[in-house]
């Protein structure tokens, strides 16, 4: 079975400007959540979509918006990036609330 | 907010012994504890889910969970060079698939 899959995996962008980051999950898993990681902060959960529903969403402004389709892939958009927002983000897929598996990540440079 | 708490590390151990990697949580109502290992540069790869209080093997890794004093552990037999990473303790809390991690504990295994 394929991983999960992220795209792009490296982006570069100015503040001011938004950014859409996709991520398939591996097949059949319905469940898709998303993390922000950085230096500083860690690993934190940002929010879950499962059968096109965000179920639960983390402590972030509301800049950081997503999505899931109906074949189960995700995106996750960034409006108005700030300097901060600069991390690696990741996608985890599940099948249901058990066990996550994490794409390879994108890695977000705000300059 | 719920917390899971590691040493940082780094952790050094030498080729061959056991590595020893602890984890505390503050969240009672947790059920599920998750043990992924992070390569620099890379995402996370689970290495072993454990449920229920006790000891869980898979290979050179034992899991072990004491619900009562809220600790989760990773043994690492005969540690190899390859076994050096950030290892990132997680468990479930606060809704639908929400993953809380820990720090990350840096080993390094020397030859």
């Known amino acids: 079975k394929a991983g999960v899959t992220q795209t792009p995996r490296y982006l570069i962008k100015t503040r001011g400007q938004q950014v859409t980051l996709s991520c398939s999950p591996i097949?059949?898993?319905?469940?898709v959540s998303w993390y922000q990681q950085t230096p500083g902060q860690g690993l934190q959960f940002l929010f879950e979509y499962f059968s096109e529903t965000q179920r639960n969403k983390g402590n972030f402004p509301g800049r950081f918006s997503g999505r899931q389709f109906s074949n189960s892939r995700s995106e996750m958009n960034v409006s108005t990036l700030e300097l901060g927002d600069s991390a690696l983000y990741l996608c985890?897929?599940?099948?249901?609330?058990?066990?996550?598996?994490f794409g390879p990540g994108t890695r977000l440079t705000v300059l | 907010q719920k917390e899971v708490e590691q040493n940082s590390g780094p952790l050094s151990v030498p080729e061959g012994a056991i590595a020893s990697l602890n984890c505390t949580y503050s969240d009672r109502g947790s059920q599920s504890f998750f043990w992924y290992r992070q390569y620099s540069g890379k995402s996370p790869e689970l290495i072993m889910s454990?449920?229920?209080?006790g000891d869980k093997e898979d290979g050179r890794f034992t899991a072990q969970l004491n619900k009562a004093s809220q600790y989760v552990s990773l043994l690492i037999r005969d540690s190899q060079p390859s076994d050096s990473a950030t290892y990132l303790c997680a468990s479930f809390s606060g809704g639908y698939n929400k993953l809380i991690f820990g720090a990350g504990t840096r080993l390094a295994v020397h030859p």
């Open positions: 454990i449920y229920s209080n």
């Open positions: 985890a897929s599940s099948l249901a609330q058990d066990t996550q598996y």
């Open positions: 097949s059949g898993h319905r469940s």
